[in-house]
């Protein structure tokens, strides 16, 4: 995916394709779960001809697979909003999607309240992978001076978190093992919608000057804590 995204309020033949698309959902898995075939009536909830025997059961057949996508949507919808929070959305932006004021969102999902501190977080497996089209041709844990190459860069990293990250923490196998602090102004965007970080004098912090930031409260993660390590090698932003 190239370019910026952006959010566009539905129109209302959106609005009614959706519901069209959801009312012909809702039918297809209320006739899957009736045991009904392709081939059996009836083959709509609106037929004019349906006994009121037959409306009675389509009716309750379609209500119990609302009841499940009821919950099913509340699940997503707390999910996509911490996944929004997680990812820089403010809770004003929550609300206006939602159509509701600040404070009823915040009642609402306050419990995925995030911190008001970013940092970038680098977790991948400890092993080495080589990419003939890629500049730096072997990226992962790679040693040497190629690491910090291999660390820095290229990840799908948002306005607001390349704005506001003072640092970036490198988690192999689940374990912190380097962290650098970031240049405001030496982020590059080498593809569109990834880029590459650039650390202060161009190196990985020691260990004088992680314990001064931890410390600090500047840095939520040192060196031999717990972090998450996703498959293949992820950027997320850290919220502290």
Same mark, same amino acid.
């Given at each position: 995916?190239?370019?910026?995204?952006?959010?566009?309020?539905?129109?209302?033949?959106?609005?009614?394709?959706?519901?069209?698309?959801?009312? #012909?959902?809702?039918?297809?898995?209320?006739?899957?779960?009736?045991?009904?075939?392709?081939?059996?009536?009836?083959?709509?909830?609106?037929?004019?001809?349906?006994?009121?025997?037959?409306?009675?059961?389509?009716?309750?057949?379609?209500?119990?697979?609302?009841?499940?996508?009821?919950?099913?949507?509340?699940?997503?919808?707390?999910? #996509?909003?911490?996944?929004?929070?997680?990812?820089?959305?403010? =809770?004003?932006?929550?609300?206006?999607?939602?159509?509701?004021?600040?404070?009823?969102?915040?009642?609402?999902?306050?419990?995925?309240?995030?911190?008001?501190?970013?940092?970038?977080?680098? +977790?991948?497996?400890?092993?080495?992978?080589?990419?003939?089209?890629?500049?730096?041709?072997?990226?992962?844990?790679?040693?040497?001076?190629?690491?910090?190459? +291999? #660390?820095?860069?290229? =990840? %799908?990293?948002?306005?607001?978190?390349?704005?506001?990250?003072?640092?970036?923490?490198?988690?192999?196998?689940?374990?912190?093992?380097?962290?650098?602090?970031?240049?405001?102004?030496?982020?590059?965007?080498?593809? %569109?919608?990834?880029?590459?970080?650039?650390?202060?004098?161009?190196?990985?912090?020691?260990?004088?000057?992680?314990?001064?930031?931890?410390?600090?409260?500047?840095? %939520?993660?040192? %060196?031999?804590? #717990?972090?998450?390590?996703?498959?293949?090698?992820?950027?997320?932003?850290?919220?502290?």
């Amino acid at each position: 995916m190239s370019g910026e995204m952006e959010r566009h309020p539905l129109e209302q033949a959106g609005l009614g394709e959706l519901h069209s698309n959801l009312d #012909d959902l809702a039918w297809s898995f209320a006739r899957r779960a009736a045991g009904l075939g392709p081939d059996d009536p009836p083959f709509s909830v609106y037929d004019q001809g349906l006994s009121d025997d037959q409306v009675k059961a389509a009716r309750l057949a379609r209500v119990a697979v609302y009841k499940h996508l009821e919950m099913l949507v509340g699940t997503s919808l707390r999910l #996509d909003v911490g996944q929004a929070l997680e990812h820089g959305a403010s =809770w004003d932006e929550v609300a206006e999607v939602l159509e509701v004021s600040r404070q009823a969102v915040a009642k609402r999902f306050g419990d995925l309240r995030r911190g008001e501190n970013v940092a970038v977080v680098i +977790s991948r497996r400890d092993r080495v992978r080589e990419y003939p089209d890629d500049a730096r041709v072997r990226v992962g844990e790679v040693g040497g001076a190629e690491q910090y190459d +291999s #660390d820095r860069g290229i =990840w %799908p990293i948002g306005k607001k978190v390349r704005a506001e990250a003072r640092y970036a923490i490198v988690a192999v196998d689940g374990t912190v093992r380097r962290i650098y602090e970031l240049d405001p102004a030496g982020w590059r965007e080498a593809e %569109p919608n990834k880029w590459e970080f650039t650390a202060v004098r161009d190196r990985e912090l020691d260990d004088k000057a992680i314990a001064a930031a931890y410390t600090a409260g500047e840095l %939520p993660l040192q %060196p031999g804590d #717990d972090c998450p390590t996703r498959v293949g090698g992820a950027y997320r932003p850290h919220w502290f």
